[in-house]
């Protein structure tokens, strides 16, 4: 599975189902590995930032740099773990948790008022101003329950993510 020029073997899609909590069929991890070997165009084994933002969707997201973060780097099974929370079987639990590490781009397991912040600026670019922002924030957290200075842990995130609804899905294309 190094190389991304050689083809799956069956112990190869059942190692990359276990790793990914089963989310994907095996047609579904067969498909993301053609994908994946078209991103992967020097075929080294992972995929770097430059080919993600060759992907139009990924390179237009107003929050692609921190996604960046994320995946540069990926090997195939890390790709497809990364994926499974956009997979229609994924749980709340873990949807809201790929979101939440959005936010926690210093990976220290909380989110300050300052992460969202730099969130809705990300996303609302020069729409809102930063007083606006703040403002409209500031309203959020206090109909949530919470303050300008209270942290937001995962399970926060998940008791406000749990009333909305929240779809997250793309769907793999099985050839």
Do not use: W
Not at 1 to 16: K, R
Not at 79 to 92: D, E, G, Q, R, Y
Not at 135 to 150: D, I, N, P
């Amino acid at each position: 599975m190094g190389n991304t020029s050689s083809m799956l073997t069956q112990y190869d899609i059942e190692e990359v189902q276990r790793h990914c909590h089963n989310l994907f069929s095996q047609q579904e991890i067969v498909s993301l590995y053609k994908r994946f070997c078209q991103l992967d165009r020097n075929a080294k084994g992972f995929i770097s930032a430059d080919e993600f933002l060759s992907v139009p969707e990924f390179a237009m997201n107003p929050l692609s740099q921190r996604l960046l973060k994320m995946v540069d780097g990926l090997n195939f099974k890390d790709f497809v773990a990364f994926l499974s929370a956009f997979s229609a079987k994924a749980s709340l639990e873990q949807k809201v948790g790929l979101i939440f590490k959005v936010y926690d781009t210093d990976g220290n397991g909380k989110v300050s008022f300052n992460d969202i912040l730099e969130v809705l600026q990300d996303l609302s670019g020069s729409f809102m101003s930063d007083e606006q922002r703040e403002k409209a924030l500031c309203q959020v957290l206090k109909e949530a329950g919470y303050t300008r200075e209270s942290y937001l842990m995962l399970n926060d995130f998940i008791k406000i993510f749990g009333h909305s609804g929240l779809k997250m899905e793309v769907e793999v294309p099985v050839d």
